[in-house]
């Protein structure tokens, strides 16, 4: 079973390596996945769990990921926000499946997943 | 909410939002006496005994959007429907406990669920905060306790990154597995 002997370990190996995570400049994208009841009650964390894997799957160094309280709009969640060129795009009703996909298409490659966004489907 | 552990999480989202320093959960199990019991404090702003009477309504809330609030009452209905209680108290500027007892075997109590998942995305997501998370089943105890783990990583290295997450996934999971075996 793992201890944190193994942290211990970790990090003195953590520390040897140039970390080139903290370079992020200003083309860093922010996603932010609703994370209140009415996020939690329609499967936020799921979605937040495949958003995590799949950027660190990828070694996506310049994306922040991070959850917020409700965005206001309930019904549509689990909902979530890309900040990403200066513009914000929310994503409605989204899925683990969904979410690797805007990682996949709009984070990693620039199409925009326009069919999840919100315009496209309220 | 089909898991417990999203009740959980969802409470303790309250404590955040409370400005809490420090979050303490517990999860403890008496298998022989066939209760569970579920509990969240927090060192938050707390609430006022007005607002404390109110807080189990549904049309509830500290939102100034809307007036539902759902959190709470789901939580208390998680406990009642399943032969269990549910408490809470507060007092301005100490902090609110809330928690929930549960008969394990009874049927309609919702299972445990992903509670290392919710434990994880606890610690990792949240930097400002610290937590102390105890799962006990009978003789078996486990703790996690960011002050700990911050002590052993250092100030540059967050909870947060990659290979930190990856070691505290295996790390919960293999203690839940040990201390509950699944059987919640």
Redesign the interface.
């Known amino acids: 079973?793992?201890?944190?002997e193994?942290?211990?370990a970790?990090?003195d190996k953590?520390?040897s390596q140039t970390d080139n995570?903290s370079v992020a400049g200003k083309d860093e994208t922010v996603i932010k996945v609703g994370?209140?009841?009415?996020g939690?009650?329609a499967g936020a964390?799921p979605v937040?769990?495949a958003l995590?894997d799949e950027a660190?799957k990828r070694q996506l160094h310049n994306v922040s990921i991070?959850?917020t309280?409700?965005i206001?709009l309930c019904r549509l969640e689990p909902i979530v926000e890309v900040f990403k060129d200066g513009q914000k795009y929310t994503y409605i009703l989204m899925t683990p499946e969904k979410a690797r996909k805007v990682i996949v298409d709009h984070v990693v490659n620039g199409n925009v997943c326009s069919e999840y966004l919100i315009g496209e489907n309220s | 909410m089909r898991e417990l552990a999203l009740n959980i999480l969802d409470i303790a989202e309250n404590s955040l939002s409370a400005g809490a320093k420090l979050v303490q959960v517990r999860v403890e199990a008496d298998f022989a006496a066939d209760t569970m019991r579920i509990s969240v404090r927090d060192d938050g702003r707390g609430m006022s005994a007005e607002m404390l009477a109110r807080v189990t309504d549904p049309f509830t809330t500290t939102r100034t959007t809307r007036k539902v609030g759902m959190g709470i009452p789901l939580f208390k209905y998680s406990a009642e429907s399943a032969g269990g209680s549910f408490h809470i108290e507060s007092e301005e500027g100490v902090g609110t406990y809330v928690y929930a007892e549960y008969r394990i075997g009874h049927v309609d109590r919702m299972p445990l669920g992903d509670f290392g998942g919710v434990a994880l995305q606890l610690v990792t997501m949240n930097p400002q905060t610290d937590f102390c998370i105890v799962a006990r089943a009978d003789e078996a105890e486990g703790v996690l306790d960011t002050r700990e783990i911050k002590e052993i990583l250092g100030e540059d290295i967050p909870l947060s990154a990659p290979e930190v997450r990856a070691f505290l996934k295996e790390y919960i999971q293999e203690n839940l597995m040990d201390i509950f075996g699944g059987r919640l």
């Open positions: 079973m793992k201890s944190l193994e942290l211990r970790l990090r953590m520390k995570r994370m209140a009841t009415c939690i009650a964390r937040l769990d995590l660190d991070s959850q309280g409700c206001g």
